[in-house]
């Protein structure tokens, strides 16, 4: 997706949320990737927009079931543009905010992760054989809420280009 796009607002929901994320391009293939070895696989950074219908993974929450369908829609994950972790480094501090029709929603620093960078690579390499050219969203500030058609949302992270989605009208 580029950035500056009009996302529609997705089917069998009536609570669609944004999580700012911070996302991870994979360069170089992987499996079992030691934590000290993890920033080795990666090509670059961008922002994303992990786009949820939190009442559909709430439901399946509560069913025991995966959780998947609630992030399973055309154009749920949209990114900016990635940028070379050579040019920008490799970011484990600074800052992480989304607004919502210029109010700021999620103001975090990216040392607050749960997990960095190296600790999700080597996790999720421990499962899955990671590839180059996969993305990985690294997890969202407290603070998720609801979108509703028309709304603008704006994702920033310190040295990455925004990613600005408005949320259309119902496909």
């Known amino acids: 997706m580029q950035n500056d796009e009009t996302v529609a607002y997705p089917p069998e929901t009536g609570n669609f949320h944004y999580e700012?994320?911070?996302?991870?391009a994979i360069g170089r293939d992987g499996v079992n990737v030691p934590k000290?070895?993890?920033?080795?696989?990666?090509?670059?950074?961008?922002?994303?927009?992990?786009l949820t219908r939190r009442d559909l993974q709430?439901?399946?929450?509560e069913k025991g079931r995966p959780w998947d369908w609630g992030k399973a829609f055309d154009r749920s994950a949209?990114?900016?543009?990635?940028?070379?972790a050579a040019d920008v480094g490799h970011l484990s501090t600074g800052s992480i905010t989304l607004t919502v029709n210029g109010e700021t929603k999620q103001e975090a620093d990216l040392n607050?992760?749960?997990?960095?960078v190296q600790e999700v690579i080597s996790i999720i390499s421990h499962s899955v054989a990671l590839k180059a050219g996969d993305l990985i969203m690294t997890g969202t500030p407290a603070g998720v809420g609801k979108l509703v058609?028309?709304?603008?949302?704006?994702v920033s992270i310190d040295?990455?280009?925004?990613?600005?989605?408005?949320?259309?009208?119902a496909a």
Do not use: F
């Open 159 to 169: 040295g990455l280009t925004p990613l600005t989605t408005t949320i259309g009208p």
């Open 36 to 50: 000290d070895a993890a920033l080795d696989l990666v090509y670059g950074y961008a922002v994303g927009n992990d």
């Open 58 to 61: 709430l439901e399946a929450r």
């Open 112 to 116: 607050e992760l749960i997990w960095d």
């Open 78 to 84: 949209p990114i900016a543009a990635i940028h070379k």
């Open 149 to 154: 058609p028309g709304d603008v949302c704006v």
């Open 20 to 24: 700012a994320e911070l996302v991870v």
